[in-house]
């Protein structure tokens, strides 16, 4: 333990070597070579310890060589290399480089170049060109382009590193480096001129990013190419911090234009103190007061020209080129103050700015008052009036006016760096059909300051997508290795961080779509927009507040100035202050519009393109995030799409000099590229791995002949099983062995111990070879004896196969009749109970039973055939038992729908006849309940009509009483005279009616003379006519009847029936008097039944009645009621029979006459009144004699009895007749 060799975690140096001295529980004490702080001793985490190689000098190419893989081996084995010059590492197949800060000797030249061509990775030591030389070879073996990201922080050496392989390229497959690859390899001063620019980490530092592709044709040779640019630094172009420089273009010009040209462009005479976007950086030049070993501001302009000759820009253009640059430098200097003038509280240019202002007005070819009106005051359109508005013009304040002004210079130079970059296009051929490419990603790495911003956020969320690309790649790619050699490892999990990616580019609520939103307010804020992060994601493990940082500085940020982002690479905290302007790539529309439509200076006018239709005061808004989000989709896409190499740019020292490796800077980098996290991939899986055949090699030297002839797979096998290795640290795949991180290093130690351990290596390994041949033979043997056993029990089994095979057989081709058999047998038990079904059958018994028996002796038949028959095939036998069962189906169907039916119908005749005894039953009920009513309603009714009796018959003794006392004398004479009138009025027209009927009158009963009589007859008459409506004296008999039977008129009809009874009764009484022997009525027969002669129209009592009863008297029965009356009466002193009359109010209606052994006489009012009552109701004392009066129904049910019709009163016949 105390021997074990540790590396302890340093800020400085990042590790120091040391040795464990003590374990803690959760600390180590480790004992350290170098100090840390003021003591070698010290108490460390476990998680800052990590295991040393035994000899920590010793360096590997590829850092999974390593017996112990971790961030302290991987740092130590690169300084080392580094200390060696030897500045690119491998960690499998991606490559470590380190910035030597120096020219290496021949590391470039074009022997190395030729020395990597075609050579595998790995053969020769680590080199960008064996990247560039694999990518190549991959291309031409997978058939797909290839790309190079090449990653790492400012002055890392990423450009340098592109060159190399864009060299490398270019020199290998094209015809040393002929047209094409010349331009492909001009473009790069160009582009570094326009976009590169001294920074404090790097002279010559890339101030944007770029994807350039080699196209080659048919996989074999350079035919074109491609340049994408991304994100130019454009607030350089206005400031920069004082130890930095504006893009070196400025100072090429400056230093090293020709006099005339200067002279054009109003730089002559000028230094670089003179402007304002150089004056606040630092004004010195390359090769003058600064020196680098690449950068020379004289040497590079010429190169420059040279380059861009060599890119087919002609000096025109050329000229243009540099105007534009030139006019950025004047159009800086233009100045401005508050206008005192001015009500609105605009602003004027400096005066002593007036010249700049010119210069920048000629340069860029516009008016100079119109480019003065331009720069301070801006258009506005308002929404009303006319077509577009009314345009009018908003002075601006003086700092807005300066931020036109920068806005413009920074469009003018981006717009002129986005047109170098096509034009270099341009003059390389680029041919996307049947071409592979390789393409060289040179971005900014992963970066972070004291104070991030915009653009920090950018490129950092650029290498997030990166990073996410690289775990997919790496990680897949030594998965499928794993798959390859089928290791059966299982899936190997990583750090995902697109959480992260997600943060910032959701759509919609992403940091980004955040910040665009807030872009797009009235009044954006960056307070604002920075609470809105916040708030939009208070939990989230990658976002948090400014003071949630471990650095000082980012905690005193407030919590709406800034948000920390949890980047793979560590948390970096951002001020959001300038976000929402340098987002915004917008220009004033009328600067954009006066260089559009008025420049005269046509190159600029072209940069500026089409002027927008667009001319409100607004700022055209362009979002450099969401146009930067989507060029990084594509890219991505891109790269997808291509098999991919890593290059881990590490730069050694902030001092940017050669030899120094400040390892602390260096571990932080290398962890920053995901490196350390590839580690722990590697630990988790089998990083070392050798070929069988390269660990045959190596260790064939050690070992005895008869050793070492073995094949190299056995070899290793046998190698292993006689060291005793665990099967866990190792694995064989098909090619190679495979060993867990650090095992590799105990199978090398066992094989290098001294030569006595050695020597019973051999012999165990001998051992094991003969332990193994061995085994092969005992196995040989125990096979042939297993053999001969196999064939003795063979045989034995044969038989029992045999047997079984005929058995089998055998059930084969009788199964089919045996399971027939069984069919038909079955279906007897059916049958049987058919049978039984049929006998209960109550309709065609016969014809059932019938059919059963003819289908037993089918099945009979059928059995007789399969028994008789061995060979009858299954197919017979299955139509055979198919047809009896066709036909037990349909005799089971039909009889069992006979009994059905039969079973339902009987059903339903019971249901019937339930339901029949149920109504019978309900309407002997109802019948009871209505008779009961009935006989209720009657019982009632013969009450009321008993009442009525007695009611009448008291009233009219009272009347007949009444007569009797006051009448005296006079009234009998009273009575007396109206009788003998009366019988005069009736006499008369007896007459009339008797002349009618051809009849005689007999005037011998008159007591009266007939003269007086006729005379008093008329006045009565007269008298009795005065006060009625009709006068019916003149009519006829039968008019009068006519009239009764027909008229409507209830009044008319009243009164035919008083009349035509009148004259009835007078007929009766002459007919009676002139027919009758016994004429006087006798008041006899008070009790028993009434007698009723012979053509007499009621019996006596009825007419016994009609002489007290005085006519005249008001009638007490209302003229609309029905009365029906029923009297006994005896016919020749025994018969008995019995009278029925229905009055309709005073008058008869309907007379019946029931004779006891006669057929009863049935008479109706109108037709047969010569033979009916003639008297009115109340001169019959029917209503006062005790049980004459009957209800209706007792009169209405005889008549009916008898064959009576319906009786229609006349009242009636109005509303009938309506009907
Ligand atoms: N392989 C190398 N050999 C010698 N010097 C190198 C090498 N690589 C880089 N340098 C030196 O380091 C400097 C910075 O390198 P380079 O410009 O490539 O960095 P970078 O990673 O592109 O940085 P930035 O991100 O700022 O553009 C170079 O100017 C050069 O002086
Ligand atoms: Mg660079």
Not at 180 to 199: H, M, R, W, Y
Not at 342 to 358: F, H, I, Q
Not at 418 to 445: C, E, H, M, W
């Amino acid at each position: 333990m105390s021997s074990q060799k540790v590396w302890v975690s340093e800020p400085k140096e990042g590790f120091v070597l040391g040795f464990i001295i003590d374990l803690g529980s959760d600390r180590v004490t480790v004992s350290t070579e170098k100090k840390i702080g003021s003591s070698s001793t010290v108490q460390v985490p476990y998680e800052s310890v990590y295991p040393a190689e035994d000899d920590s000098e010793q360096d590997y190419d590829d850092n999974c060589s390593l017996m112990y893989l971790n961030e302290a081996t991987l740092l130590n084995n690169i300084r080392i290399r580094f200390n060696k010059n030897q500045i690119y590492t491998y960690i499998a197949n991606m490559l470590i480089a380190v910035n030597p800060y120096v020219d290496i000797k021949n590391l470039y030249s074009r022997e190395t170049i030729k020395r990597y061509q075609g050579k595998s990775l790995g053969t020769l030591p680590p080199h960008v060109f064996a990247i560039g030389d694999k990518s190549f070879r991959d291309m031409k073996t997978t058939k797909q382009s290839q790309s190079i990201i090449v990653s790492g922080e400012s002055g890392a050496g990423k450009t340098e590193s592109t060159k190399y392989i864009l060299r490398y390229l270019c020199e290998s497959w094209g015809s040393a480096a002929g047209p094409i690859e010349q331009k492909i390899l001009d473009a790069n001063p160009v582009l570094e001129s326009f976009g590169n620019a001294k920074t404090t980490r790097n002279n010559n530092s890339s101030r944007f990013g770029k994807f350039i592709e080699i196209h080659f044709e048919q996989m074999s040779k350079v035919t074109g190419g491609y340049i994408s640019h991304y994100l130019l630094e454009k607030s350089r172009i206005c400031s920069q911090s004082s130890s930095e420089r504006n893009y070196h273009i400025f100072y090429q010009l400056m230093a090293g234009g020709p006099s005339p040209l200067k002279q054009k462009l109003g730089l002559e005479g000028k230094t670089l103190k003179d402007f304002r976007y150089l004056n606040r950086g630092l004004c010195e030049f390359f090769g003058q007061s600064l020196s680098d070993p690449i950068v020379h501001d004289i040497k590079d302009f010429q190169n420059l020209e040279k380059s861009l000759e060599h890119l087919e820009i002609l000096a025109g253009d050329r000229l243009s080129i540099y105007t534009v640059v030139a006019s950025v430098l004047h159009l800086g200097n233009v100045d401005f103050e508050d206008d005192p003038d001015d009500t609105r509280g605009g602003c004027r240019v400096k005066d002593a700015t007036e010249s700049s202002l010119k210069l920048a007005a000629s340069l860029i070819g516009v008016d100079i008052d119109e480019l003065r009106t331009s720069l301070t005051s801006r258009v506005m359109q308002t929404a009303k009036g006319g077509l577009k508005g009314t345009v009018i013009m908003v002075p601006l304040k003086t700092y807005e006016a300066a931020n036109a002004r920068d806005a413009l210079a920074k469009a003018m130079y981006s717009r002129l760096f986005d047109y170098i970059v096509s034009r270099i296009n341009q003059s390389i051929p680029f041919k996307s059909l049947n071409t592979t490419y390789i393409g060289v990603l040179d971005i900014a790495g992963f970066e972070y300051f004291t104070i991030n911003s915009f653009e920090q956020f950018c490129i950092n969320y650029c290498n997030e997508k990166l990073q996410q690309f690289f775990n997919e790649r790496v990680l897949s790619d030594e998965q499928n290795l794993y798959e390859k050699e089928q290791l059966g490892v299982p899936k190997i999990e990583y750090i995902d961080n697109s959480d992260c990616i997600e943060l910032i580019e959701r759509n919609p609520r992403g940091i980004l779509s955040i910040l665009d939103e807030e872009s797009k307010l009235p009044k954006p804020t960056a307070g604002h927009f920075t609470s809105e992060i916040h708030k939009q994601y208070p939990n989230h493990f990658r976002l948090a507040l400014p003071r949630k940082s471990k650095i000082k500085e980012h905690r005193e940020i407030r919590d709406d100035e800034g948000f920390l982002v949890r980047h793979f690479a560590g948390a970096v905290c951002y001020s959001t202050a300038q976000f929402i302007e340098k987002n915004n790539d917008a220009l004033h529309a009328s600067l954009e519009g006066l260089v559009q439509e008025q420049s005269g200076n046509q190159f600029l006018k072209g940069l500026f393109g089409k002027a927008s239709t667009q001319v409100s005061g607004k700022l055209v808004y362009v979002s450099v995030a969401s146009k930067f989000r989507s060029q990084l989709a594509e890219l991505l896409d891109k790269l997808r799409g291509t098999g991919t190499s890593f290059i881990r740019c590490i730069k050694p020292n902030a001092k940017m000099i050669q030899g120094v490796f400040e390892g602390g800077q260096i571990l932080s980098q290398l962890q920053s590229a995901g490196m350390t996290s590839v580690l722990e991939l590697m630990q988790r899986g089998y990083p070392s791995r050798v070929q069988f055949s390269s660990l045959y090699s190596t260790y064939k030297g050690l070992l005895p002949p008869k050793l070492s002839n073995l094949d190299p797979r056995f070899f290793c096998r046998a190698l292993f099983k006689a060291l005793g290795l665990s099967e866990e640290d190792f694995k064989f795949g098909l090619t190679r062995v495979f060993f867990r991180p650090g095992k590799f290093k105990e199978f090398d130690q066992i094989m290098r111990t001294d030569p006595e351990s050695l020597k019973q290596m051999v012999s165990r390994v001998t051992k094991w070879i003969l332990h193994s041949k061995w085994k092969k033979s005992i196995y040989g043997a125990v096979s042939v004896i297993k053999l001969k056993n196999k064939i003795v029990y063979r045989r034995e089994n044969l038989l029992v196969i045999q047997k079984t095979v005929r058995m089998y057989l055998a059930k084969k081709k009788h199964r089919p009749r045996i399971q027939g058999l069984n069919r038909i047998r079955n279906l007897n038990s059916q049958v049987q109970s058919l049978e039984q079904t049929a006998q209960k059958l109550k309709k065609n018994k016969e014809a059932g039973q019938g059919d059963v028996k003819k289908l037993q002796a089918d099945l009979i038949a059928a059995t007789q055939k399969i028994k008789s028959n061995p060979n009858l095939g299954p197919k017979e036998i299955e139509k055979l038992c198919q047809d009896l069962f066709s036909k037990c189906e349909m005799l089971v169907k039909s009889m069992s729908q006979r009994a059905e039916s039969e079973r339902i119908a009987e059903e339903q005749e019971r249901a019937r006849k339930v339901r029949e005894e149920m109504e019978r039953q309900k309407r002997e009920k109802e019948e009871q309940e209505r008779a009961r009513i009935l006989e209720e309603e009657n019982r009632k009714k013969k009450a009321e009509i008993e009442a009525r009796r007695k009611k009448e018959e008291a009233e009219m003794a009272i009347k007949l009483k009444t007569q009797k006392t006051v009448g005296g004398k006079s009234e009998e004479d009273h009575a007396s005279i109206v009788m003998l009138e009366q019988d005069k009025r009736d006499t008369e027209l007896a007459m009339r009616l008797a002349a009618e009927n051809n009849a005689t009158v007999d005037y011998s009963s008159d007591s009266g003379s007939t003269g007086s009589g006729s005379l008093r007859r008329n006045n009565a008459v007269i008298n009795s006519r005065a006060g009625k409506k009709h006068d019916l004296s003149g009519w006829k008999y039968s008019e009068l009847r006519d009239t009764i039977n027909t008229s409507c008129d209830v009044e008319l009809l009243e009164a035919c029936r008083e009349e035509f009874h009148r004259r009835l009764k007078v007929y009766h009484a002459w007919k009676a008097r002139n027919s009758s022997r016994n004429s006087g009525i006798s008041a006899a027969a008070s009790r028993g039944p009434d007698i009723m002669e012979e053509q007499q129209r009621a019996p006596k009592s009825v007419y016994q009645h009609q002489h007290i009863y005085p006519t005249s008297a008001p009638s007490p029965t209302p003229s609309d009621s029905q009365r029906y009356f029923r009297i006994p009466f005896t016919k020749d002193g025994q018969n008995k029979g019995l009278w029925y009359a229905h009055f309709d109010g005073q008058f008869i209606a309907r007379q019946m006459e029931i004779p006891p052994s006669r057929e009863a006489t049935l008479l109706i009012a109108g037709r047969d009144d010569m033979q009916m009552c003639e008297l009115k109701l109340n001169e019959t004392g029917l209503t006062r004699k005790r049980g004459a009066e009957i209800l209706e129904y007792e009169f209405e049910k005889e008549w009916s009895k008898h064959g009576g019709e319906r009786y229609i009163r006349p009242a009636e016949r109005a509303s009938l007749a309506n009907k």
